[in-house]
């Protein structure tokens, strides 16, 4: 099982925590298309896998926390 987490619009869009089952070969972009129904990806959103951030095309295993969050900007 892994567990994806989302953060600020995110969180109101797909909701705060979900879950899916892992499978091999499974990439941080999977978990994206399936929390969003494949909607496109926004620009500048970052993805940590395991609280380190990472790519979309990094591998993604069984007991993973996936995160996706839009880029914080700071006044």
């Given at each position: 099982?892994?567990?994806?987490?989302?953060?600020?619009?995110?969180?109101?869009?797909?909701?705060?925590?979900?879950?899916?089952?892992?499978?091999?070969?499974?990439?941080?972009?999977?978990?994206?298309?399936?929390?969003s129904?494949?909607?496109?990806v926004?620009?500048?959103?970052?993805?940590?896998?395991?609280?380190?951030?990472?790519?979309?095309?990094?591998?993604?295993?069984?007991?993973?926390?996936?995160?996706?969050?839009?880029?914080?900007?700071?006044?």
């Amino acid at each position: 099982m892994v567990v994806i987490k989302c953060f600020a619009r995110f969180r109101e869009e797909f909701g705060d925590e979900l879950s899916m089952e892992a499978s091999t070969d499974l990439r941080v972009a999977d978990c994206w298309n399936y929390i969003s129904n494949h909607a496109p990806v926004p620009e500048r959103i970052l993805c940590a896998v395991n609280q380190v951030y990472c790519s979309w095309n990094d591998k993604v295993e069984n007991g993973d926390e996936v995160a996706f969050f839009p880029p914080v900007t700071g006044g």
